[in-house]
């Protein structure tokens, strides 16, 4: 029995999965920017936050 036969179609899908496996990471990449600056936006949102609500109390004038 002679496997070539059966490893072809095998060997056909694995280059088809790699393709869409490589599309998708091409299509990640070309997304990330925008996520980048969703990503820091928040984190510069968070950090407000944070300083506003650490904020020292300030001495009460009598």
Avoid: C, F, I, N
Avoid at 20 to 26: I, S, T
Avoid at 33 to 56: F, H, I, N, Q, Y
């Amino acid at each position: 029995m002679h496997p070539e036969p059966y490893l072809t179609p095998h060997h056909l899908r694995a280059a088809g999965l790699r393709a869409e496996a490589d599309a998708h990471r091409l299509a990640l990449a070309a997304r990330r920017p925008a996520k980048d600056l969703r990503t820091r936006v928040g984190w510069t949102l968070v950090e407000l936050g944070l300083r506003l609500a650490s904020a020292p109390p300030k001495p009460a004038v009598a």
